[in-house]
């Protein structure tokens, strides 16, 4: 069993418009917005990444908006729900505040014993804010929202599978145990990790296959603290049979993505080098960052992408 796994890294999703997405996640969640940057296979395409003041590792929502992207079809294969932790006692808050904005899907529920307000992003994406006991995580408190109520990272992701035995078996040797289980949702999580540390696994046996589109979650990134840790890994899944990728350069993490048994993307990055790493902490996501590759693309690309608003 690997040891280098720190919980979640990213979630990254995709979205039809940037502008409306930049809005949700920084207007209506109250997230940062700690990088604006392209896509490096489509450089006339945002990615976007939404998180605490620094973007920490586990906290780091991010988007590629498509402007003639379909609607993704939920269903199994993918990540269903994308859990943000907030303090005890802040649902109340929450749920009145996404109210007044118009946020879709909003429904108050008890899960595994906790408080947990379910929405919808601006493309129906599957999200819900928990209320988390002792997440010492510090918030982001220039985004709107109190800083007693503020989101302080993720609390989990849930994958939607048709048979969910191997994935299971995949994340336990990844370094996750079972804890919990509730229904048709076993709940595993990691031990010393960065908050963000939970995956449930809910198995759905007759249900159709997911078709991605605005508002489907990508891949999924897991947390590990170096190139040396992430090389282990690599090795090890290798070992175990998985088809992984060579270690990729995205400027502010190294990634390595590898396809699960149940149909989820996965991706292992570093935490370093960090979103400070061509811009200071107080400006970071102010002004668009380029890839060194695109980088002559600029003048193109500031014409062409939909400004965002703020
Ligand atoms: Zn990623």
Known sequence: ???????????????????????????????????????????????????DEFGTPGSVMTYFPFPNIGKGRPGVGEVGTTVFAVPEGSLGYWRERLEKEGVAGLKTEIS??????????????????????????????????????????????????????????????MGYENVDQSGNVKRLAVKDGNGANVIDIETLPGAAFADLGAGSVHHIAFAVENRA??????????????????????????????????GVLFEVATNEPGFDRDEDTAHLGETLKLPTQHAHLRDYLEKHLQPLGN
């Open 229 to 262: 840790k992430q090389l282990e890994v690599r090795k090890a899944l290798l070992d175990t049979g998985y088809h992984v990728t060579p270690v990729i350069d995205r400027d502010y993490f190294w990634a390595i993505y590898f396809r699960t048994p149940g």
């Open 112 to 173: 595994f014993g906790e408080n947990r307000l379910v929405f919808e992003g601006p493309d129906g994406d599957g999200f819900a804010l928990v209320e988390a006991k002792g997440d010492e995580r510090a918030p982001w408190v220039k985004g709107g929202v109190p800083s007693d109520d503020a989101i302080r990272g993720f609390h989990s992701a849930s994958l939607r599978l048709r048979d969910g035995g191997a994935t299971e078996e995949l994340l336990k040797f």
């Open 1 to 51: 069993m690997l040891d280098q796994i720190k919980g979640l890294h990213h979630v990254t999703s995709m979205a039809k418009d940037a502008r409306q997405n930049n809005e949700f996640f920084t207007g209506k969640l109250g997230l940062r917005r700690v990088k604006k940057t392209v896509n490096f296979d489509a450089p006339d395409v945002y990615h976007l990444y939404y998180a």
